[in-house]
């Protein structure tokens, strides 16, 4: 009998910050930040290694309110792994591919949970950046030491008005 899958994140080189619901994600080794909508980041959050596909659907479904298949969550892996923010594993790539239309076709229009969402952009490194960072720029200790323009605050990550 197979293993069952049990997905773990990638937690080195990587900096999380919560926002209410969603989860934003930057890996030092690319400059790249993820911001992970609520289902996105629950399966994230979830793969430490000790839950297969079925148990983190099911602890979804509970937090969630609404049923939550497998094949949501292997949608969010998929992305996760793409991203290299979920460590690769066999069963991932042996996976058929399900496209967001497909699988808004097997949830069905009256569905109450989300599609995982993993948006991604590159943040410059320090030496390309100007002196201070506008809106949505780095800051602080992981934007490579830089300052918020005037009118901003950082949060720890981007450059924001308040």
């Not at 773990?8 to 930057?26: D, M, N």
Request: proline share 6%; charged share 20%; hydrophobic share 40%.
């Amino acid at each position: 009998m197979e293993r069952a899958y049990r997905p773990v994140a990638r937690t080195s080189g990587i900096i999380e910050q919560t926002l209410g619901h969603e989860v934003l994600l930057y890996n030092m080794d690319n400059d790249k930040a993820y911001c992970l909508n609520e289902t996105a980041a629950l399966v994230w959050k979830k793969s430490d290694g000790t839950r297969s596909v079925a148990e983190i659907s099911s602890e979804l479904s509970e937090k969630l309110g609404a049923p939550v298949p497998d094949s949501l969550v292997e949608f969010a892996l998929s992305g996760l792994v793409k991203e290299d923010l979920i460590s690769p594993d066999d069963a991932v790539s042996r996976a058929p591919s399900l496209s967001r239309r497909r699988l808004m076709k097997e949830l069905g229009l009256a569905t109450a949970v989300a599609v995982p969402v993993i948006a991604s952009l590159v943040a410059p490194p320090a030496a390309d950046a100007a002196s201070c960072s506008g809106v949505g720029g780095p800051c602080g200790p992981y934007g490579g030491g830089l300052s918020c323009c005037s009118g901003l605050s950082c949060n720890g990550f981007y450059c924001l008005t308040f």
